[in-house]
């Protein structure tokens, strides 16, 4: 199948971007490998994510089930690309240049100086204290699922309304520690009930105005997610 390996990160866009809404979750024993801020697309929104785009040049962020695929360094370090699995929702994913990167205005200082974290082309960017770890740690084939309650997203992705006799993306053997944001069920459909190219290179750029004002910060205001 597409998922390979029993490894889970878990976006929730119903939290504001000055929150920890990413989770990775290992399904083979249960624990909790990370919990971390990560930053929304430009055009989704400010503190909160509220627009979701599949669109090239809409600088938002897209929902629903990606697959990792493997990393490169290019303009923004050690990055990670996701390949969308849900037609009209995230499959222009790769088009789109959408990959997991660090951003300097993904940490908990920024949010300190700003009340919330810049904002990117529409890729999930991370603190760089720890992108790399995370990389790692879900890269080459685990499951990457973004969530928003957007009605016709919620309508119409196949991971949510699907066959239950199927057989299952991903081989969990345990389900996810509780309590958490979310109740993922993963056999055919994945449940959330949470409160290689050169356009690559275009993705994950902050809003000007976050951009400066990140720069603007010296190392010592900065403290990384532990």
């Not at 119903?14 to 989770?23: G, I, K, Q």
């Not at 993306?169 to 050169?198: E, F, K, M, N």
Request: with cysteine; hydrophobic share 35%; proline share 8%.
């Amino acid at each position: 199948g597409e998922i390979e390996r029993p490894i889970l990160t878990l976006v929730d866009y119903t939290r504001p971007s000055d929150e920890r809404r990413l989770w990775v979750l290992d399904l083979s024993d249960g624990t909790v490998r990370f919990h971390e801020r990560v930053a929304h697309g430009r055009e989704s929104g400010a503190l909160r994510a509220r627009h979701f785009s599949n669109q090239p040049g809409s600088l938002q962020s897209s929902l629903g089930l990606f697959r990792t695929g493997g990393t490169y360094v290019g303009r923004h370090g050690y990055s990670l690309r996701l390949i969308g699995l849900e037609p009209g929702t995230n499959d222009l994913a790769a088009q789109r240049g959408i990959v997991v990167h660090a951003a300097d205005y993904a940490t908990a200082g920024f949010v300190a100086a700003h009340g919330r974290l810049g904002r990117s082309w529409g890729c999930p960017a991370l603190d760089p204290a720890v992108h790399r770890a995370l990389i790692d740690t879900i890269r080459d084939g685990s499951a990457l699922f973004a969530h928003y309650p957007d009605p016709v997203w919620l309508d119409r992705s196949p991971f949510l309304h699907c066959d239950s006799r199927a057989p299952s993306p991903i081989a969990a053997r345990r389900p996810p520690p509780q309590p958490l944001a979310a109740t993922i069920s993963l056999g055919c459909r994945i449940r959330a009930s949470v409160s290689p190219t050169s356009s690559i290179e275009t993705c994950g750029r902050a809003d000007p105005a976050s951009r400066d004002a990140s720069r603007a910060m010296s190392a010592s205001e900065i403290t990384p997610s532990s």
